[in-house]
């Protein structure tokens, strides 16, 4: 599931034609796509663009209605020691 889900991402993204409900935009250059595991769990990928590829910044299982503060936090650390 997950393999097959940032595949897609990767191949459609230059073409544009990724988008909701697969991939959400979280703003300033970051992303997240949802994939859907068995027993109705749903993981989470972030990830920005970084030299034209790209950048998988942090995973984790979701298990409530809003992105954990602590996740996109770490998220965007990595993402601004990428620009560095």
Request: hydrophobic share 40%; glycine share 8%; with cysteine.
């Amino acid at each position: 599931m997950l393999g097959s889900d940032l595949q897609l991402v990767q191949l459609g993204w230059k073409e544009g034609l990724i988008g909701e409900p697969l991939v959400k935009s979280l703003k300033d250059g970051l992303f997240e796509i949802r994939i859907s595991l068995p027993s109705r769990r749903t993981a989470r990928m972030l990830f920005c663009i970084y030299e034209a590829s790209i950048a998988l910044l942090h995973g984790f299982i979701k298990k409530t209605q809003n992105t954990p503060i602590d996740a996109l936090k770490l998220a965007r650390k990595r993402q601004r020691s990428l620009k560095q």
